[in-house]
T-cell receptor, first 113, second 112 residues
Framework: IAGITQAPTSQILAAGRRMTLRCTQD?????MYWYRQDLGLGLRLIHY???????GKGEVPDGYSVSRANTDDFPLTLASAVPSQTSVYFC????????????FGPGTRLTVL | GQNIDQPTEMTATEGAIVQINCTYQ??????LFWYQQHAGEAPTFLSY????GLEEKGRFSSFLSRSKGYSYLLLKELQMKDSASYLC?????????????FGAGTRLAVHP
């Protein structure tokens, strides 16, 4: 692995289903983030983690949960997907504890029908 | 509140110079980033300003005026590959945690 990876690349999901988006980084960055990107709205922070074992809510956390069991992994879970969660999801990581330069994964395109 | 404004779209000619402006209002400003994002790809870091003035990096330069809440990204000797969205992001330290607040992005189209 080099950098930051996300899986799946894309997914079509029925409303009401549970879905976990995976994110892994090998840069030993302390901080990790989940954003969603929607046309005309830019990147919006869903959840963040400043270090393994801690998480926090961003701007749009409702309907999403995260965990940070170790430094490398930061999965994002949609417990019961709704059509408004159709978006492109980007995971990012960065050195330090937030707000520094961030390195983005390739994104997951999620469609909820 | 927090607000970041940048133009939605711009067009320019190959070889020319283009300036993309960004204005912001935030209660806990602590630096400004510019990212480039090609269609269907992830954003990639371009520049960072925390002090007033101009930061130059090859064909790209970024300027910051904290008193005016204003930044611009200057792209010189435009190439076709510069066609992309350019995202202005402010580092904000209010609310108990450091975070980046992104503008909606400026889509730049470079024409021959």
């Amino acid at each position: 692995i080099a950098g930051i990876t996300q899986a799946p690349t894309s997914q079509i999901l029925a409303a009401g289903r549970r879905m976990t988006l995976r994110c892994t980084q090998d840069m030993r960055h302390n901080a990790m983030y989940w954003y969603r990107q929607d046309l005309g709205l830019g990147l919006r922070l869903i959840h963040y983690s400043n270090t393994a074992g801690t998480t926090g809510k961003g701007e749009v956390p409702d309907g999403y949960s995260v965990s940070r069991a170790n430094t490398d992994d930061f999965p994002l879970t949609l417990a019961s997907a709704v059509p408004s969660q159709t978006s492109v999801y980007f995971c990012a990581s960065g050195p330090g504890t937030g707000g520094n330069e961030q390195f983005f994964g390739p994104g997951t395109r999620l469609t909820v029908l | 509140g927090q607000n970041i404004d940048q133009p939605t779209e711009m067009t320019a000619t190959e070889g020319a110079i283009v300036q993309i402006n960004c204005t912001y209002q935030t209660s806990g400003f602590n630096g400004l980033f510019w990212y480039q994002q090609h269609a269907g790809e992830a954003p990639t870091f371009l520049s960072y300003n925390v002090l007033d003035g101009l930061e130059e990096k090859g064909r790209f330069s970024s300027f910051l005026s904290r008193s005016k809440g204003y930044s611009y990204l200057l792209l010189k000797e435009l190439q076709m590959k510069d066609s992309a969205s350019y995202l202005c992001a402010v580092r904000d330290v209010s609310g108990g945690y450091n975070k980046l607040i992104f503008g909606a992005g400026t889509r730049l189209a470079v024409h021959p």
